[in-house]
């Protein structure tokens, strides 16, 4: 029964290993477990050590606290940072989303895989700062710049949760994207900044050189992307069917200088949205000459920004009028933003590697084993 729980646990040690090694290590466990007898090895050794070597390969949170080595600990401290700044990002991004995406579309499957994956984004949410807390605190040897920065990040992480409480309060007329409770918004942002500022000095690595060309065709792309998003608020607004005045008579001057204000407000909006394109495109020039071997992460990061305001321009022009039809839903843009700047902040400050690497050659597995006692004398 034994014999057989730890070719068990073996199986499943082997499957949880990347492709490229499983065929190696199961010949070795399983002739692990074929000699443990005359080895004087416990089966049920062999099978623990399988399960732990295979569930720690590779991980950020790999080792018990009294065997972290500098490495280690430099890996745990990346992890939390990334998961907090990834959870700040989404916090701050939560801006966009104030406007109404119109619910519903009928889509069965449409309509589930947008609310699974705003399900997913609040679950991680809500778990990445306590996670990120938990390593930080209970680790050993990290940086105090570290832990105050995941702090930091991990107090902007509640800027919906404080834009909630705030409003729910409020009952004067307002513009819901300029209410009490949307301040919290740019404070985050700003405790954000100060949260990178610190990691940055606590994992500066050595810098690439890159060339003047290498700096700029990136930010030239994402100003690329923003055109073309500008463009496409200004066709869908442009295209909105016109409204006809339905009231009576005495209100039609009233109506007409709502109508010509929020005409100018769009005009505003889509101005600021040319000039933060701009200015987006100028700091990835920037992160990208000082960076440069993270050029493409630089990139993605624009992007994303990109996506999370055009979500948001589509949704304010959506609330103006019931016509607007954008070619892509709001929420579509919003969703992939978001995602974009979490896998952005895990892959950078994280150090999370989403591909399968080839492992270094190493020997035979520790296993907890008998000290073999020296022959009995004659």
């Given amino acids: 029964m034994i014999a057989a729980l730890a070719a068990l646990a073996v199986r499943v040690a082997v499957a949880l290993l990347p492709g490229s090694l499983r065929d190696r290590y199961r010949e070795q466990w399983n002739a692990d477990l074929r000699d443990a007898a005359e080895a004087g090895i416990r089966t049920s050794d062999v099978a623990l050590g399988s399960l732990a070597f295979a569930v720690t390969l590779g991980r950020p949170v790999s080792r018990g606290a009294g ?32 406007g109404a995406f119109g619910g519903l579309t009928g889509n069965g499957v449409y309509d589930f895989v947008i609310s699974f994956g705003f399900a997913l984004l609040l679950a991680f949410s809500v778990l990445a700062p306590i996670v990120a807390v938990a390593i930080a605190t209970v680790t050993r040897g990290v940086a105090p710049r570290v832990r105050l920065a995941v702090l930091i990040l991990v107090i902007a992480s509640c800027a919906g949760l404080v834009h909630a409480v705030v409003d729910g309060s409020w009952t004067g007329a307002y513009n819901v994207y300029t209410t009490p409770g949307t301040l919290v918004y740019p404070v985050a942002l700003a405790l954000t900044v100060t949260a990178i500022w610190l990691l940055w000095g606590a994992f500066r690595t050595p810098r690439t050189r890159v060339s003047p060309l290498d700096a700029v065709l990136p930010g030239v792309v994402v100003l690329a992307a923003g055109a073309v998003g500008l463009a496409h608020a200004a066709v869908v607004w442009a295209g909105r069917a016109p409204l006809e005045f339905a009231g009576p008579e005495w209100g039609r001057a009233n109506w007409v200088s709502l109508e010509e204000q929020f005409e100018l407000t769009v005009n505003g909006i889509l101005l600021g949205w040319a000039i933060a394109s701009l200015l987006v495109a100028i700091l990835v020039v920037v992160v990208a000459h000082r960076v440069g071997r993270h050029v493409a992460w630089v990139v993605i990061a624009g992007m994303c920004a990109l996506l999370i305001a055009h979500a948001a321009v589509l949704s304010f022009l959506q609330l103006g009028s019931d016509s607007v039809v954008p070619l892509v839903r709001a929420e579509v843009l919003l969703l992939a933003g978001r995602w974009g700047l979490i896998v952005v902040a895990l892959a950078t400050v994280g150090g999370v590697r989403f591909t399968r690497q080839r492992e270094p050659a190493v020997g035979r597995i520790e296993t907890r084993s008998r000290e073999a006692r020296p022959p009995a004398s004659a």
Avoid: D, K, M, N
């Fill in 67 to 98: 065997t972290l080595t500098p490495v280690s600990v430099e890996r745990r401290s990346r992890f939390a940072a990334g998961l907090a700044l990834g959870s700040a990002l989404t916090a701050i991004s939560q801006y966009a989303s104030i």
